[in-house]
């Protein structure tokens, strides 16, 4: 799972639902002139608002988060899990309304018994954490500032000093990759940076750049976006997260096309708000 494909919107979802997990232990009812040693119960002690509220909610939650961190989006009765976890929220969200209008339930078929009984912190708490996660649950795929990355791609690094060995690894500009190699020239004066490591050619024939001043450069999705075929057969091969430096080796108008961690290519169509390295 990779954290860094969790929006702003994901946090306020994970907030939510440690709120509505606090408010599970928290007292279901106040009742008038109650003494102190009464034990009022929680929502543990109320099967149905139990599963309705606070477990739907909470399971929507973490349905919301585990979807946003796995490569391929799985799928509960033709559903993404994502959007089943959206359900649930909002169906906790309503549940939580109900319970505020009428806390005792069947009890307030008493005579004079329901005028006794309010809405505990509990309650009022879980109606707010559910209403908070439902409404960023559905808005974040709309809202540019809830979309956001939750965690930000780090700064690329730092020039290296001549003679100084970059960090190895694939994932950010600077660091020596196996597969673009490059070793300083013979007569090489000191002093003067190596040139910089080209991408390798693939074995298959290439497309020609459209304009003739592209250079290959560094860049971080700052959210999860597809990443197609080259033919144009409009099949997903791969998915770039958040977090990761991809090399853009071609553009295509406003497409790129671009080159994972291990060495495949494809069509990033959507190059809005990426940052370059």
Known sequence: MNIRSLTRGDGVV??????????????????????????????????????SVFLAGIIGAALIVVARGLPQMPKVLGLDLGQFGVGLTVFAAWSAIGNIFDPVGGLDNFEGSRSSFDAGVGLILGLIATLVMAAAAVATPLVPALKASLVGAPRPAAPQPYGAQPPAGYGYPGAQQPSFGGQPQPGQPYGQQPPAPQPAQASQPQAPQQGGDFSPFWFAVPVTRPLFAEDNSGGQIAELAPGTWYLAVEQRGAALVAQTQDGRRGVLQDTSGIQRG
Request: aromatic share 10%; charged share 10%; hydrophobic share 55%.
């Open 14 to 51: 994970i907030g939510a639902a440690v709120l509505l997990f606090i408010a599970s232990f928290l007292n279901n009812y106040s009742i008038d002139d109650a003494p102190d040693s009464l034990d009022i119960p929680s929502a543990w002690g109320n099967g149905p608002l139990l599963l």
